[in-house]
């Protein structure tokens, strides 16, 4: 019995040793999936934002000129803190005294700054004078990476300096739109002589706008997309500092300290999904909203981007709250500087 006992039990091991070998290089197999996806999803960003060109600068196919929106405008020269020529225009009002200044950023490939000289054009008519600037490496600014909202806080920057010398006391406003939008949320946190914020269709984080991409996009699952993200922000800090990831939209608007801020987006916005905004406005409860339904990432009626005065819910939007906190000034103010 014994002997038989001793044999059974050698069998069993000898039956158990190869189910123990399947299920070692089952789990081996298993682990090196997971390392080489981790792998994978470590480098997406790294590989898609290059291939997808999102930071290589950009020459636009279409610009305006001044005379073409019916805008007084000049050329004007902006540098950077990091030595960046950044190419610029100003306009002063139609009128004596400027109400407020408004700095406007656009996109992060489409549409060239200049698009919006009919917006300046518009605003002119109403007593605010603009500051049109196209952030670094796009149309005729310097650099070669576009910095996806965090280092255009130092073309924002210039803008504010060249209008507090060149419009003391006025206030200035800033307005972007789409990568724009967010950049302008960031000088808005960073920059505290801007005394107003209009964004729109900002994203809350270039890491969250990539994320949500592969989903909205790629139709990948949101399982996905929520555990890329930190790999989203380590792209972020290595191609732009690690001291830089505290600038994005999310801590900046909640800098305001009571300034006023005008966020407008579409609700079935494509480009930057709409949580975007319910993140920004949940961070910034006392701002101001203009929201559009459909998918309209400009906000502008496209029919009516040239003419944008004849969008009438997006004019007034835009003039309520410009007048509501800038409104004329008061007789004993100080009279405004020269043009």
Known sequence: MPQNDSA????????????????????????????LGAAALAALPFIAMPMLGLTRRVAFSQVLTPEEAGLAAEPVALTTSDGLNIQAWFAPPRRETAKAAVIFMSGIRYPSVTMYFPHAAWLAEEGYASALIETRAHGGSDGERVGLGVTEVEDAAAAVGYLMDRLPGVPIVVFGVSMGGAAAVNAFGEIPEIDALISLSAYSSWPDAFTQSMSSYYGAPRI?????????????????????????PLSEIKKADGRPILLMHSTGDSTVPFENYEALSEAAPRAESFLRDGDSHLIVSSEQFMTPWEDAAYAQAILDFLNDHFGDPQPDDPPAAEY
């Open 224 to 248: 996905i997309s929520m555990i890329e993200e930190p790999f989203a922000w380590l792209y972020m800090g290595v191609t732009f500092g690690f001291d830089k990831l505290r600038i994005n």
């Open 8 to 35: 059974a039990s050698l069998s069993k091991r000898g039956k158990a040793k190869p189910r123990e070998r399947a299920l070692r290089i089952a789990a081996a197999a298993m682990s090196a999936i997971l390392i």
